[in-house]
């Protein structure tokens, strides 16, 4: 059997916390700021976490079973 690989994009963007669950980024922070609100920017700054229904899917591409 072949050893299982990291998909490479998924190991980029998210990380595990201690607890285990699985840190994200926000999205809409790159770029087209201006007609973003001060409050909305800052909110996107934050990182959030990945929800219960996406946990299963990330953790098999971080080979995290």
Do not use: W
């Not at 609100?37 to 996107?44: D, F, N, S, V, Y």
């Amino acid at each position: 059997m072949p050893k299982v690989k990291t998909n490479s994009g998924a190991k980029k963007r998210f990380t595990l916390t201690g607890s285990g669950k699985i840190k994200r980024k926000h999205a809409f922070k790159r770029h087209i700021l201006t007609k973003k609100t001060t409050k909305q920017k800052r909110a996107l700054t934050h990182a959030g976490l990945v929800s219960a229904a996406d946990t299963q899917n990330i953790k098999s591409l971080l080979c995290l079973r």
